[in-house]
């Protein structure tokens, strides 16, 4: 059984207005970049980690990386994540082997179990699946502006994390479909299939690095990981 992680790191981050992507900001010593790396590196059962970069990327080279034979960069990013991933895909081709676990190089701070338990729930799942966590604020949906319109029931809703991990050919079809804004994620592509995807329990901790607010919550993690 092979498994590869695909993590794009193609976007310019500009939710977070650093002046340069958010994937090269500084965390605890080294880039954001270089701790995702190190999460998806410290599980040996993934054969291959692929980075998908922007073509014009001009930060990369410019940091020291871990070497490791597993370890490639495609420069082959695209206008959206899901583009990214696709032309990702479309590269590695037949070499992608069964599994494709997909990353958000902006979750540096994935737990070792999280990736564990993702692995070991969907290796013999038909389809694949990803971690999520149930949603634990109360829901409302507004009215356009700023008046509550309702509340929404939050039984059955859970937050989509990654790492997402599909058998290759499937996502490879699944990306290979019309990729309008509602594809924000590969298992939402999968589910355009008329496939559901499995939820296995993600973690908290395994935030996604967006606004400037979430990089000093990042740095607390790691800290409190090396205690
Ligand atoms: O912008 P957002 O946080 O949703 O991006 C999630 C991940 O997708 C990030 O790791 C980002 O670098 C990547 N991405 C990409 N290509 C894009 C946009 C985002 O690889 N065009």
Redesign the pocket.
Known sequence: MSRIAL?????????MGAGR???YLELAGRPLLAHTLARLLAEPRLDRIVL?L?ADDGWFDTFAWPEDRRLAVLRV?????A???RNGLAVLAADAGDWVLVH????CCLPAAALARLIDTLDDDEVGGLLAVPVADTLKRADGGLRVAATVARDGLWQAQTPQMFRAGLLARALGGELDAGV?DEASAVERLGLSPRLVEGDTMNL???WPHDLPLARAILAAERG
């Open positions: 993590v794009p790191a193609a976007g310019g981050g500009s939710r992507p958010k994937q998908v922007a990013g695209g206008p959206s994540r583009e990214s991933v958000d190089a902006a979750r924000t996604k690095v967006t």
